[in-house]
């Protein structure tokens, strides 16, 4: 007798997209800064795909995720699938059902273990399902894999000219984002920066867009590596950017934020607006680098490697090709950020953060940003980096929460840190944000006793100072690059440089 | 040497080792994990009576030893261990040495080998670290009573790791340790989970035979193993049992080859799974090795004539469970199984609502018990491993 199997149910597989379909099926994706979207764009069109971010994420797109997907998901993931499927209705209105699962996929980081996150095809296809878009294609790929080869159909192929070329467009941007949100707070002429930096991601798309093919395998890892193709192409950024005049003798408390990956990163509704709130709010914030995620996923797997040294034979190699490769990827960020004369923030070493978070978080706690936070937390205490800290969590993010709940225990220690834990649900702004300034006005606080102190150190006025400023304008381009002199503000290490560069 | 004769260190490493107390808090993955912890300790020369765990997870635990020391707003399941905490370190007439809290990264799993990972949850595995901090952040209660706080993160699913992993963290606490003696121990441990493990499910084919002899139905739990917690899981099964359901547990269920041959042989002669341990048709992303469980044991209950009804657990706020709500749900009625799910299990006991609810699935199961068995065993070959 045949058995009757009683397997109704089974998971959501995507049709193939095929590679002679390419140039009618648009590639979605979405999850970055609008940076970082626009120049992977023009790296998709690079390729020789047609590509397209999703529109930036909206409050609209939260409530439907919720209504569509499930209620009790962490918020990115209301966000990410509302996102997504708000476009598709929209385009479902414009052009048919049919049309729609023909002429898009979308493609999407997973497959990041521990956290559910990794388990959130199941919420992308309730949504899909929801929209009477079953068969729409949805593609995730590995976020820790440099060559996954060609997925589902070979329509797409994740080989090195992406996946090389995806991490440069990030840490470019990533630079980039860097030395923008050191300007914009002290720009004279409002809106400036924001021209500036416009006009800068649409010459990096140009470069990313024109980039010369150099093969699929090792040979693009070694070019990107040693060409100066990107490097030329971040100090034309520079030099845009000379043209902003700023005015950096001011009390700006540094606010820097940390929090979940999707939530940290993108600057828009997902994170209750936080970046333009605090810039209005008087302070210069200090972003959250993608290319730090990139440096963690290396430790990670090295951690992992290390566990198995003296028990797997070939383990101490592996293990040093890992440390080789992590060691090239800060090489290749500090040469992209020196060609910004080393404005943009440095990447925190992985080793400092492990240790730093190691009394209140163990380094193999897996999921979300793992001791990260708590790490960075410190550092940026610990090294002077900020006044305060705005961790991020997302409603119901299982790893956040556990590091908010550890950093109790950094608190105990640190008494003195200020640290803005904010649960973000994407409705919820009053109350993140009214939390958010109590912590803030601390921290502006502390930010004018330090700029006064380098006043009454350096022995100078503030009109003197201004003094002595207006009279050297180089130090009032965004492009001047103050030296650090132990004092977090850029104001208060300003007024110490004028002071020394008066006494020479 | 100094602090042994003056006494000025912790009682933990100043004592023989059969004179140590340790105490681990009945939570989360120990559940499934303690005759590993008990096996192990007992071959390092610990007396078993000396290992203390914490009680059954209660409200007034909580209250009276973990009030004030929370620090996340999470799940209860891990909410709860401040109380655990507080009862083995305020709460003993006989002080504990050494409060023992393993951070457990990966569990055991009999779907190894057929699955991406086998990880606990984010959460459950840094549920050590959150709970400690409720301890320290105004003055250190460990150090206040003399206990040693031990917290290692141990990857159960990767053996060959354990024995580093718990002798580093052991070996300045327990006198004279070696990474020898630790091996054997780990090795002690693991064969008396596995002894457990296999009497566990010898049970469950014995139910079941009983079940086939008398065609009778039975109910299937698909919980994480903490919900065996009376205070976590409410004892929601054992209302059912007392209607006179026989209740088996995903984790306990058989894994015979004539059992898994009858029910998934058809599966992999088709091709569709390549094992019967093989969710990737109905689960690829198959990181959380509980969660795993879970949607094996949907499957398997899917298709076992005698398991007429399911019933989910799940806590409030558990961000593992809920994508799988719909697929676990879809997989067991897709057999005609019935389905309940108890969802958003919190600290107090709903329990009019839980009566009305047992009453209801027994109506159902009496009502429809036999002529599901019926359905499910003629979409079944032959011969059944449970009556021959």
Redesign the interface.
Known sequence: MSQVRPIGYKAYSPRPFLKKDREKVEILFGGLSWRAENVLQALFENLGYLARPLPPPTREDLMLGRELADIGQCCPTSFTAGNLANFLRTETDRIGPDAVVENYVYLTAGACGACRFGQYRQSYELALRGLGLDSFRMFLLAQDELDQGEIAGGGIEMNMPLTIGALWAVLCTDVLQSLEYQTRPYEVTKGQTDKVVRESVDFLCDKFRKRPYRGKKLGVLVWHLTTNYFVDALREVFDRFKAIEVDRLQAKPVVKITGEFYIQTVEGAPSYDIHAWLENEGSEVYPAAVATWFDYLFRIRAQAIAEYVGIKPRARIELARIKGLHYLYGWAYNRLRAALRNIPHEMPSQSELRRLAAPYYHHRLQGGEGDMLIGKALWAHLRNKAHMICELSPYGCLPNTMSVGAMAGVLGDHPDLLYAPLEVKGDAEVHALSRCQMVLTEAKKRAKSEFEAALEQSGLTLEMARERLDAMPEMKKATYHVPGHGWVGIGANLVTELARESGR | MWRTWFGTGHSGSARPRSELRVGIPRTLNVWSTHQFWVAFFAALGLQPSRIVFSSNTSEEQGRNFGRGRG????CYP?KCMSGHYGELVFGQKRKVDILFSP?I?SLPSLLSGHVV?L?????V???P??????F???KDAFAEQSIRYV?P?V?LA?P??VP??LHESLADVIPGLTYRETRAAVDAGFAALEDFSNAARAQSRDILRQCARKNDPCILVLARPYHMDPGIGHEIEVDLQACGYPVLWTQYLPTDADVMDWLF???IRSG?ISSPFDI??????S??SN?NEIIWGA?VG??IPWVTCVIRLASY?C??D??????VQ??VE??GTLFFSFQDLDCTKPAGALKIRVETIRHYVGQHGKRIITR?L?????PCPFTV
Do not use: H, N
């Open positions: 620090t996340v707003d999470c891990v951070m990264r990972d990880l606990s949850c984010p959460r595995m840094a549920g670290e959150s709970t400690k901090a409720g320290i952040r105004e917290a993160l990857c990767e060959v790791l580093r992993q042989g058809e599966d569709d990737s048709d109905v689960w690829p992303s990181y959380s969660t499957k899917s298709r706020e961000g593992m809920q994508p799988t709500f719909s697929p879809k997989i897709s057999s499910k003629a979409g079944l070959g032959k």
